[in-house]
Each structure stands twice: as structure tokens, then as C-alpha cells.
């Protein structure tokens, strides 16, 4: 019986050099100069300081940017409130979601429900879901339906077995 995962993983040596790239942007962009912005990566934690929302925002246009460019997807970023930081600067911590959380695995499961494709089943294996049906292109159709549906995560598909 034909099988394959979704998972949602973010590659986090990718995400540290995209931050590593957005650092050494700030530190040589001409409107960032001694502004004292700075992009930190902790775990799966950003750490973006600002002197201004504006300059925060543009902070956050670059750092997005250089994960586009290597191949993270947005989605997976997570922007909390921004915080006032010490003299008046700003402070805004972005996290890092990998996996699938039981809401969004009930989703991804209803989803394939909602299809009717005959001998086509799903079920939640810690943070990922499996999805096994009795003919390759039912699956196929399963994995289109979820790229076009939108779950606010990036999903991959993986380990098709026939």
C-alpha cells in the first residue's frame, strides 16, 4: 500500500546563514550605519534591535528577503508583539516553527477526509502526518489538494513508498 509524510521542517543551518548574511547587509548598508540594528539568532529564536519601527521593518524586509533567497519558507516565521528596548530602541523576537502541531495535523487530516477518495486514509504520528491510500494517484491528489490549501506552515512531502 502506497504511502508518504507530510512534515513541516525548516532547514535551521540554512536560517543561520541567512541571518549570518542579513548581519553583514546591516553592518555595511549605508541607512543602517551606526544605528546600533542587529540581528541575533538564538535556538529557534530572532532577536531583531532597532532604533525605530521603521528601521525595524526594514530590518525584517532584509532578513526576510535572505531566507527567501535560500530557500526558507516565510511561513514557518512566527513575529511576536514588538517590545520597547533600553534608549528608546525596539526590540521584536521572531520564532522558528518546525513540526505539526496537533491543531494543524486534525486540519491536515480533515482535509484529506474531505476529499472522498476511496481507500485514501491519514493519521497523526507525532509531528507529522502519514497519509496511505491503494493507488499512487490518489495520493498525488492528496499532495495537490494540500499544496493548495493553506495551513500558515510550510509542508513538505516525503518518504513515498509504494
Known amino acids: 500500500m502506497p504511502t508518504f509524510d507530510v512534515t513541516s521542517e525548516i532547514d535551521l543551518q ?23 540594528a542587529s540581528i541575533e539568532l538564538k535556538e ?25 533567497r535560500r530557500q526558507v519558507s516565510l511561513k514557518a516565521l512566527q513575529y511576536a508583539k514588538i517590545e520597547e528596548a533600553s534608549h528608546r530602541a525596539v526590540r521584536q ?9 496537533s491543531d494543524k495535523a486534525k486540519a491536515i487530516n480533515k482535509k484529506v477526509k474531505d476529499l472522498n477518495l476511496k481507500g485514501v486514509s491519514s493519521q497523526t504520528q507525532g509531528d507529522q502526518v502519514r497519509v496511505s491510500g491503494k493507488k499512487r494517484d490518489d495520493l498525488q ?22
Open 14 to 36: 540554512e536560517v543561520r546563514n541567512a541571518v549570518d548574511q542579513a548581519s553583514r547587509e546591516v553592518a555595511t548598508r549605508f541607512d543602517f550605519k551606526d544605528t546600533g
Open 44 to 68: 529557534k529564536e530572532i532577536t531583531l534591535h532597532a532604533p525605530t519601527e521603521d528601521r525595524l521593518r526594514a530590518l525584517t524586509q532584509v532578513l526576510e528577503e535572505k531566507l527567501v
Open 93 to 101: 523576537v521572531v520564532s522558528l516553527n518546525a513540526g505539526i502541531s
Open 141 to 162: 491528489a492528496v499532495i495537490s489538494a494540500l499544496k493548495n490549501d493553506d495551513f500558515d506552515i510550510p509542508l513538505q512531502f516525503g518518504n513515498f513508498r509504494d
